[in-house]
């Protein structure tokens, strides 16, 4: 069964710092390209980092510089570390496969960064 948990979220003021961490089980981890999405209060959810299974990444341009994208295929976990966190970044935070069919959503993380 496809699995996909998300952690690390919490309340954070401008300019902190989270990493999150999603586990994947039930797929082979290490031939998905693999990505962290936001869904922020009445908007759609968007991709906003991306780790290839060769380790390249790609960011949306609100983010880069400040989110770090990575993942540890022993683990079979991806990590978004996150950094001058900004209001704008409040959101649930979800991981999933970057591009094909999308697997089962997990129920997420949420992030809020205060003013």
């Known amino acids: 069964q496809v699995q996909l948990v998300e952690s690390g979220g919490g309340l954070v003021q401008t300019g902190g710092s989270l990493r999150l961490s999603c586990a994947a089980s039930g797929i082979i981890f290490s031939i998905n390209a693999m990505g962290w999405y936001r869904q922020a209060p009445g908007k759609q959810r968007e991709l906003v980092a991306a780790v290839t299974s060769g380790y390249s990444t790609n960011y949306t341009d609100s983010v880069k510089g400040r989110f770090t994208i990575s993942r540890d295929n022993a683990k079979n976990t991806v990590y978004l570390q996150m950094n001058s966190l900004k209001p704008e970044d409040t959101a649930v935070y979800y991981c999933?496969?970057?591009?094909?069919?999308?697997?089962?959503w997990g129920k997420g993380t949420l992030v809020t960064v205060s003013s």
């Open positions: 999933n496969r970057a591009r094909g069919i999308m697997l089962n």
